[in-house]
């Protein structure tokens, strides 16, 4: 395992790759919500140690050469309606490079256990007897939302958050329950059900004065976002039109952090330096 053996000097970037084991292992490692200095010191360790990295769409890709010397790299990423290679094919990679002997590290964006598949892959690591370790990362599920000032939580607003995935929308039952929730919404995957899914909770009695905020491509050079409520935003988001990836908050904790000194919230704007449209949301909002 990971941890059993010494540690390689990290940010040598010129050391030679470690030699083989005599049995191979794999360690699911989430890479974080994609900027490499969230990465965990463990998940660098890994990532050092490996022989092969099996990585991610959404993990810090462009850090690997430096991070991973020598490693052989395999883009396994799956996209919006395109999975380049199935899971299945995916899992047999990661037994095979084990049972030669090398060091595998599954790099995943996020956290492996957060919508990341990372059980399913454990479960095929040990009925194959190979060892397996996981490496937790960073979720964006929370990471995205804070690096916009947007807390999950927040004493008096709110004191739980449900993080939900939305690729395949949600059914009746699902936004109902959803609806009457007293917390922070968190939408994962989203993007091309979010008409359904706000249409859904406000069907189903969540107030339109419910903040909401899409923050897309989370810390990147081309974040945007879009904060405005869940009865404004449906003729909002045409003209923003968000893409995928994407995080959705929906809950009062989108405008906790949005007053200023006087207690009164600011007027309508655009933010050029952090490209995000205020909408509604940031005037005074209406009773709940």
């Given at each position: 395992?990971?941890?059993?053996?010494?540690?390689?000097?990290?940010?040598?970037?010129?050391?030679?790759?470690?030699p083989?084991?005599?049995?191979?292992?794999?360690?699911?490692?989430?890479?974080?919500?994609?900027?490499?200095?969230?990465?965990?010191?463990?998940?660098?360790?890994?990532?050092?140690?490996?022989?092969?990295?099996?990585?991610?769409?959404?993990?810090?890709?462009?850090?690997?050469?430096?991070?991973?010397?020598?490693?052989?790299?395999?883009?396994?990423?799956?996209?919006?309606?395109?999975?380049?290679?199935?899971?299945?094919?995916?899992?047999?990679?990661?037994?095979?490079?084990?049972?030669?002997?090398?060091r595998?590290?599954?790099?995943?964006?996020?956290d492996?256990?957060?919508?990341?598949?990372?059980?399913?892959?454990?479960?095929?690591?040990?009925?194959?007897?190979?060892?397996?370790?996981?490496?937790?990362?960073?979720?964006?599920?929370?990471?995205?939302?804070?690096?916009?000032?947007?807390?999950?939580?927040?004493?008096?607003?709110?004191?739980?958050?449900?993080?939900?995935?939305?690729?395949?929308?949600?059914?009746?039952?699902?936004?109902?329950?959803?609806?009457?929730?007293?917390?922070?919404?968190?939408?994962?995957?989203?993007?091309?059900t979010?008409?359904?899914?706000?249409?859904?909770?406000?069907?189903?009695?969540?107030?339109?004065?419910t903040?909401?905020?899409?923050?897309?491509?989370?810390?990147?050079?081309?974040?945007?976002?879009?904060?405005?409520?869940?009865?404004?935003?449906?003729a909002?988001?045409?003209?923003?039109?968000?893409?995928?990836?994407?995080?959705?908050?929906?809950?009062?904790?989108?405008?906790?952090?949005?007053?200023?000194?006087?207690?009164?919230?600011?007027?309508?704007?655009?933010?050029?330096?952090?490209?995000?449209?205020?909408?509604?949301?940031?005037?005074?909002?209406?009773?709940?």
């Open positions: 395992m990971v941890g059993d053996r010494e540690d390689p000097a990290i940010g040598d970037q010129g050391a030679e790759p470690l083989p084991t005599p049995a191979g292992w794999v360690s699911l490692v989430g890479g974080g919500p994609g900027d490499p200095g969230l990465l965990t010191g463990r998940a660098v360790r890994a990532i050092g140690e490996a022989d092969v990295v099996l990585h991610d769409r959404l993990c810090p890709r462009e850090a690997l050469l430096d991070l991973a010397p020598g490693a052989e790299l395999i883009d396994v990423g799956k996209r919006p309606g395109h999975h380049a290679m199935p899971q299945e094919e995916i899992e047999r990679l990661m037994v095979d490079r084990a049972r030669r002997g090398l595998v590290v599954r790099l995943k964006g996020g492996p256990f957060v919508f990341g598949r990372g059980g399913e892959e454990v479960l095929t690591c040990r009925r194959a007897g190979v060892p397996v370790e996981v490496v937790p990362g960073v979720s964006s599920a929370i990471a995205v939302p804070a690096a916009a000032g947007i807390p999950v939580t927040h004493r008096g607003v709110a004191h739980a958050f449900t993080v939900i995935s939305a690729h395949a929308g949600l059914g009746e039952d699902e936004l109902q329950q959803l609806a009457q929730l007293d917390g922070t919404i968190v939408v994962l995957m989203g993007v091309g979010l008409d359904q899914v706000l249409d859904g909770l406000r069907r189903h009695g969540m107030s339109d004065h903040p909401v905020a899409i923050i897309e491509r989370g810390f990147s050079a081309d974040e945007r976002r879009l904060v405005s409520t869940i009865g404004a935003i449906g909002q988001v045409p003209e923003f039109a968000p893409v995928s990836p994407a995080v959705i908050v929906i809950g009062a904790v989108v405008a906790a952090l949005t007053e200023n000194v006087s207690g009164s919230a600011p007027q309508c704007e655009t933010d050029p330096d952090t490209k995000t449209v205020l909408g509604p949301v940031l005037q005074a909002l209406g009773p709940s």
